[in-house]
């Protein structure tokens, strides 16, 4: 598929096109780096209005971690972690699962993520969500120390 149109099918307003979309934007960014020259765009997507806008726009930014020798996610990582605290748990856990591509490859970024991620006021969401974005938590420091 072009690229041109899945980056474009991010903002369709059908969400299994846009999720679609999504997911093949993210299996390329693991064996490519064409989308990396889009960094601006992901970063823009990540002060959306639309938390699905923001969180597809994370999910990006992380995933370009394996090709940023500009270290643009470096510069601009503090205002990205702010999904942390959006006001969607969903948001939030994706945004955590997310980062595991930036802990992955830039190491030196392992103390602003984790002084941010202790700081997720998880139980402002609702009780259900509660463990799970702890666990969530968990497995992200987890995967530091591992690392």
């Not at 999720?19 to 992901?42: I, P, R, W």
Request: charged letters at 30%; one cysteine or more.
């Amino acid at each position: 598929m072009d690229l041109g149109y899945l980056l474009f099918s991010l903002e369709d307003n059908d969400t299994s096109i846009a999720y679609g979309a999504l997911k093949e934007l993210e299996a390329l960014s693991d064996t490519s780096n064409v989308l990396y020259s889009h960094m601006n765009e992901f970063i823009s997507m990540i002060d959306s209005e639309k938390y699905v806008m923001r969180v597809r726009g994370f999910r990006l930014f992380c995933k370009q971690a394996k090709w940023d020798n500009d270290n643009i996610i470096d510069s601009n990582l503090d205002s990205a972690l702010n999904i942390l605290s959006d006001e969607k748990p969903t948001a939030v856990r994706q945004a955590l699962a997310a980062l595991h591509d930036i802990v992955l490859y830039k190491k030196n970024l392992h103390g602003q993520i984790r002084r941010r991620v202790l700081e997720i006021d998880y139980l402002k969401y609702k009780d259900t969500m509660h463990s799970l974005i702890a666990k969530d938590i968990e497995d992200l420091l987890k995967a530091m120390d591992k690392s």
